[in-house]
């Protein structure tokens, strides 16, 4: 029988309905396996683990088949308890298989230290920036006679003089001592309304 007859034979069509039939239930099978093995649908929702402790994290991920580790601690943040979940990879509603590792970020348990910049000198558009970039915040703003306008003369803490370098919480207001811009020859005078303008700042710490 010529070839070409072959490809037009009852045989033909009958072995290649049958090479088909084996195809697709062999890749049925395939299929089939690779489900079971891979766990295809039985998938968890991840909770919620913000603000949890690692202790109440471990007891809610274990119920769930699922593990956590704490990759990194993050700067303190006060609208967070120290020392709880404050980011989590995957999100929480994500849907994963079982066994899977939840990474975590957690609170610091309180404001890093900070170094005082030095702002004696320079204005205050100059002085605000450079304080938040480090975490600092602006405090009180007394005014004092002086040729240079909204030039920094001293920054106070809690009524006490501070000076560039000291180890201050991140997130600790300075208060300002700025000039007015009006000239002022004499030392003694700017000393003596420099150190009135400490007392205004130590008025307005309240009383422990």
Known sequence: M??????TSRVFFAQLLAAIAILAVVTYLFF???TFVTNHGDETTVPNLAKLTPEQVEDKL???NLTYEIIDTVDY???FPKLTIVQQE????SKVKGGRTIYLKINAATYKMVAIPDLIEKTYRQAVPTL????LQEGTITYVPYLGKDMVLKMMMNGKE???GMKVL???KIDLVLGDGKVVFDETETDSIVQEAEKKILDTIPNE
């Open 2 to 7: 010529s070839f070409t007859k072959y490809l």
């Open 32 to 34: 089939h396996w690779i």
């Open 62 to 64: 274990d119920a769930l």
């Open 77 to 79: 943040r006060p609208n």
């Open 90 to 93: 995957p999100t929480a509603g």
């Open 132 to 135: 938040k970039a480090i975490g």
């Open 162 to 164: 501070v000076k560039q």
């Open 170 to 172: 991140k997130s600790t």
